[in-house]
């Protein structure tokens, strides 16, 4: 088979026809038949197939039937979308996986220690708004009470669409035992940026993943007649919603080049062409090159919505959903990455990524790097996200060339 051909056997799962692109989302309709898809996947390649406590798939290549699972290396990456979203992020890493253990079975490689296939769940947060979802409950980086308490934007808590889904949320949560088991972890990922296609180059490893934090808005203001109510009298949410994304702008832009500052999804409450709205809720996202200039951004873009907020009567309300800090990949394990690409592809430069990964979450608990492969567009999380054939190739053969190196001996 081929990547190429592994990602065509998903392609009509959780198509979106209003949006364009992918909705893949966390126990939505899609989730099942991709869970299948991993699975049958799985076991057409021998491999061992289990899901943990907290909705991530596993699929286990062991040395010897019945070994102990320890000492492994695992690779993967997920299978949701954010909405209206690309078909390569996340999906790529998970069939770059399998292609490359298939790979390595047909080169009849016996491995030293096992290689496990994951796909973490709810990796873009874009149900219940906690990215990383499935690997935060895993080692713990989230706490699994208030996880389960969050509600997706139709109420439905997670620990209600947990049970719903014939699942029991009364498990979900940290497993050390299980983490205990990996040595390492490698995701394979679509590049998110231009990075490699101007240089030239079909794939490189990760340096670093810049820190973000996720704050949720709420601006209230007072709800009236869209005719009656002169301008003088009005206290307009969605007028003071205007504010704030112009002050999210304006201090993401003084602070170039590493902070970026967007406003991607709100909601404007009650929603009539003739009602003055009564509420905005916005969801904001915040990002640049340390921890520390995330926060100073964040303050200085909360000072300037509170005065547009203020100048039209509203009150704000902020309430932070999530937060990202920066991650350094292990250099060790990618030196050994680079390595194993060297032959090859010569050249492979350790790249930064602006987008959150579940390597930056399992790297708090394990050596973990990245591979990323060339996309033509420089789009991601929407649907002219791209790789071509050939790149996906690439892709699998430098991940199958990290396997051999990393689990070939002991
Ligand atoms: C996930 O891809 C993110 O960076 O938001
Ligand atoms: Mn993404
Ligand atoms: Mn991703």
Same mark, same amino acid.
């Given at each position: 088979?081929?990547?190429? /051909? ?220 869209? /005719? ?14 205007? /504010? ?115 390597? /930056? ?50």
């Amino acid at each position: 088979m081929t990547v190429a /051909g592994r990602l065509a056997e998903i392609a009509d799962l959780g198509r979106d026809a209003e949006r364009s692109g992918y909705s893949r989302h966390l126990f939505d309709a899609s989730d099942p038949p991709l869970r299948a898809w991993f699975g049958s996947s799985a076991e057409a390649l021998g491999l061992l197939v289990e899901e943990d406590d907290d909705a991530n798939l596993w699929a286990w290549w062991m040395p010897q039937p019945g070994a102990v699972r320890h000492d492994a290396i695992a690779t993967g990456s997920h299978l949701d979308s954010v909405p209206g979203g690309g078909a390569f992020d996340g999906p790529l890493g998970v069939a770059s996986a399998f292609e490359a253990v298939a790979q390595l079975r047909a080169d009849g490689f016996v491995p030293v220690r096992p290689i496990v296939v994951c796909a973490f769940a709810e990796e873009e947060g874009s149900r219940f708004g906690l990215p990383c979802l499935g690997t935060r409950l895993l080692t713990g980086a989230a706490d699994a009470a208030s996880a389960l308490a969050r509600a997706d934007a139709a109420g439905v808590t997670l620990e209600q669409a947990w049970r719903d889904s014939g699942r029991d949320p009364e498990r979900v949560g940290p497993d050390p035992e299980r983490l205990g088991r990996l040595a390492a972890f490698v995701e394979l990922h679509v590049e998110q940026g231009r990075d490699l296609e101007d240089r030239g180059l079909p794939v490189s490893t990760a340096s670093a993943i810049i820190p973000h934090g996720r704050w949720r808005l709420t601006i209230t203001g007072e709800g009236n007649h869209a /005719g009656t109510t002169t301008m003088d009298l009005r206290a307009d949410p969605v007028v003071a919603f205007a /504010g704030a994304v112009q002050a999210v702008r304006e201090v993401a832009a003084s602070r170039m080049p590493g902070a970026r500052g967007t406003i991607g999804k709100a909601q404007i409450i009650p929603g009539g062409t003739n009602v003055i709205a009564s509420r905005v809720i916005a969801w904001m996202d915040l990002r640049a090159f340390t921890d520390d200039d995330v926060r100073e951004q964040y303050a200085l873009t909360l000072q300037r919505m509170r005065a547009a907020v203020q100048a039209e009567g509203c009150t704000l309300d902020v309430h932070e959903e999530s937060f990202s800090a920066r991650v350094d990949f292990d250099d060790e394990l990618t030196a050994r990455v680079t390595a194993a690409l060297q032959p090859e592809f010569g050249q492979v430069p350790a790249i930064p990524t602006g987008a959150g990964h579940d390597a /930056g979450i399992l790297s708090a608990v394990l050596p973990t790097a990245m591979i990323f492969v060339r996309n033509p567009t420089g789009v991601s999380h929407a649907p002219g996200e791209d790789a071509r054939d050939g790149d996906c190739e690439a892709g699998a053969r430098a991940l199958a060339a990290t396997l051999r190196m990393l689990a070939g001996s002991a």
